[in-house]
């Protein structure tokens, strides 16, 4: 590594190019560099250095020793809880994982220590109102995985709806939605127009922006199967709301390959060693 590296073709941020490569998170890069547990064509690196594909990255075992004892954990959320810092006096979801709400029947040879709580964060969000499936992670490469920039995981959602139509068109092209006294909340399926379930699965947008397809098919007449690669906020229930219909209740089953399964609500597992996102 030269002087010459920043203004060369190519040259990225050190914490940068150590993400890219899967070895850690960019903000777990920063504290290894503050470490000096990383070098760059055999030499320390310095914070906020710039590299090139050329240059060769080391990682010090100790760092690599440090990730191993990380843990990610798989919360069933229930309602009440939100999923990131405490808001408007309800408590975050963090608070569940303690020795009492450890499931039985998690087969990871891991026990809880303090020490796992430490830098514990979700990757990914869960609406207050809505349970399921929810990650918290020590480890950036995880939290990269899920919900990076070039991240397209899978999620699966089973969402219990009701149907207000769309209403009359009223002035200035306004829509007049129909009370909630005359929602239909049963065999929703029958009477919800199939070009509606059309939209979901792709056509709709949110924020001045088209959404990516979706798989969206009937689980039973009241519930919906969603599968989404993106997660912008309350995603579903504001898609829902573009076709009439209304979110009654929202279950995330599925995030990747790790099922939610028989997790009863308000107990965690950890990531087992074996298992990939």
Known sequence: MTESTPSAPGA????????????????????????????VNGRPAEMGVKVTPADRVEVDRKAEEHQQQQVTIILHKPMGYVSGQAEDGH???VVLVNPRTHWRED??????????????????????????????????????QLIGEDSG????????????????????????????????????????????????????SLDGQPLKPARVDWQNPEQLRFILTEGKK???????????????GLKRIRIGR????????????????????
Request: glycine letters at 8%.
């Open 107 to 144: 087969p990871s040879r891991n026990r809880f220590s303090p020490p796992q709580l430490r830098g514990l964060a979700p990757a990914g969000r869960l609406d207050i109102d809505s349970v399921g499936l929810l990650v918290l992670t020590q480890d950036g490469r995880v939290a990269r």
């Open 153 to 204: 995981m899978e999620k699966e959602y089973l969402v219990r709806v009701a149907y207000h139509g769309l209403g009359r068109p009223a002035p200035m092209g306004q829509l007049v939605r129909i009370d909630d006294d005359d929602a239909i909340s049963t065999n929703v399926q029958a009477v919800f127009p199939p070009a509606m379930l059309a939209r979901l699965r792709h056509g709709l």
């Open 91 to 93: 408590e975050p979801a």
């Open 12 to 39: 990225v941020r050190l914490n940068k190019r150590m993400a890219e490569l899967g070895l850690c998170s960019r903000r777990e890069a920063d504290e290894w560099i503050a470490q000096g547990w990383v070098k």
């Open 258 to 277: 790790i099922v939610l399964g028989n997790l009863p609500a308000g107990q965690w597992r950890y990531l087992g060693a074996d298992e990939r996102f």
């Open 234 to 248: 309350r995603q579903i229930r504001r898609m829902c709301e573009q076709v009439g219909l209304k979110v009654v």
